[in-house]
């Protein structure tokens, strides 16, 4: 639910649509001049590869999870946020088979590889 970001025109949920996610994707991965896109530009310039996607996501649950337990640094363990990460995989993966999902997930991921230049 923390990766939507409302509905579309013709009542389709935005899926891994939410400005946090966008934002941290295009800070992170593509603005500095040592960042990962910059330095793997054949992987990076056409669309935001999938991992990344979800790389990022399980930052953010990082994030909320921080928040909400009011504890201030939440250690980002692969034990404890694998899950989470394969969790996000798999969501990408059943958009996937949805056309209108399929073609709105590719098209943002084309779009943040284009703000990231």
């Known amino acids: 639910i923390f990766l ?3 509905l579309d025109n ?3 949920v935005n899926n891994l649509a939410h400005p946090a996610l966008s934002g941290l994707i295009i800070d992170f991965f593509y603005t500095s001049p040592t960042s990962v896109g910059k330095l793997f530009p054949k992987v990076f310039t056409g669309e935001v590869p999938r991992v990344t996607v979800a790389m990022a996501a399980t930052a953010l649950k990082v994030v909320l999870d921080e928040v909400a337990l009011g504890q201030g640094e939440v250690n980002f363990r692969v ?3 694998s899950p989470v990460y394969a969790e996000i995989l798999r969501l990408m993966s059943k958009c996937n088979t ?3 999902h399929c073609a709105k997930m590719k098209a943002l991921r084309k779009r943040w590889a284009e703000l990231g230049r």
Do not use: F, P, Q, V
């Open 4 to 6: 939507r970001d409302g």
């Open 98 to 100: 949805n056309k209108i």
């Open 79 to 81: 034990s404890t946020y």
């Open 10 to 12: 013709e009542g389709h």
